[in-house]
DNA sequence: CTCGCTTACCTAGAGGTATTAAGTATTTGC
DNA sequence: GCAAATACTTAATACCTCTAGGTAAGCGAG
């Protein structure tokens, strides 16, 4: 009996292929090891428990988005910064619905701190360099930026935008000029 | 063997506490049948499937959600009813993170479009009208309301702000600011 | 009141997933 | 070419979902 060559990276990456085929949810140990022709318990040597392998899936996912976002990001400022990392952002997680939901699972704080986590945050502070916000007005920036790429995407996933003729491109535009302008002019606190 | 007397609603609304106690994900048939001290057959004389039993759970926390906000939002207008809103909200998904993550599935279109979610959109609509956006830039800002919203709360209950030393309940303030200042102002395409 | 219908609930069982324990086979390093 | 490490196996437990078929409790009509 000829052996399958299962390591935890091939694990992960052929979780992260069915996360987008079948969505994450059914993401199984039984049919990772079915796709490797394996039997279940074989799994267990390369990862710890289900979790694990969800935890890697996320990882995978979320250091593949920063890579896509840093590439999209490159020799851009301001605005033109702004929509590249919005469109990487959300074209990631139209090609990739599987990993892109992976990417949302709460992962443990020491790993999510260390790991592909901290590079998003680094990123999007990057994209507020032309905006020129101090502390703490810049983090406060970073997280509405994040909440509304994220609450898009994510609205638009579900399906939330799929009653109503005005196409969900246009509106996405719209935000991001909103976004913009709101960056150029942020507001003092309690207006 | 008297009866336990579990019906379709009794059984979403336990559903819905066992949501807030376990997490959505472990809502089960059987940890419901548990509750009620039945065995899991039984409770398929009043649900259809385990599916089914999650979208009355969703259905319930949209329905408790569109009341929270409606009532938030009585007798305010413009950035008054914008916190109003925003405040029933964030604060319907922390005492209840069991039902909102029920909230966010997927449901079929058209108990999604006859229900709650419609009452949703309307009132997201109810808080622009002191701002006079006409169409489509109304339906943009909705969608702008919304995935801001949306996105703030899931990002923090996935813990995604906890790593950092700035006040949650601030940069939610400032997002308000942020998103106010925008309506007020909003932005012609392409600025 | 009791007969019979409806409905709540049960037992039995099949099929899927997660996981551990303990053993066999295969590869690798000396 | 052998010993140690490791890949993979079967066996077994536990839980969850769901179907089929049966029992019993409550209810309306005679």
Known sequence: ?????????????????LADEVGFENVTVS????????????LYSH?????????????LALTELADRVAAALAGRAGKDALAA???????????H????????????????AAGPARRHAEMTRAILRAYELQEPDQTDAVRLLHSTFHGYVSL???????????????????ALDALDSVLRNWPPADV
Chains 1, 2 share one sequence.
């Open 97 to 112: 619905p599987g990993r892109y939901a992976a990417a949302q699972i709460e992962l443990d704080p020491e790993s999510a």
């Open 85 to 95: 990392f919005a469109g990487a952002y959300r074209d990631y997680a139209k090609e």
């Open 1 to 17: 009996m000829a052996r399958a060559g299962v390591t935890a990276e091939r694990l992960t990456q052929a979780a992260a292929e």
């Open 31 to 42: 049919a990772l090891a079915r796709r490797f022709g394996v039997t279940d318990p074989s």
């Open 156 to 174: 638009e996933r579900a399906g939330g935008f799929s009653h109503h003729p005005r196409d969900a491109d246009a509106s996405w535009s719209r």
């Open 47 to 59: 990862i710890k428990n289900a979790q694990d392998l969800r935890m890697r899936l996320a990882a």
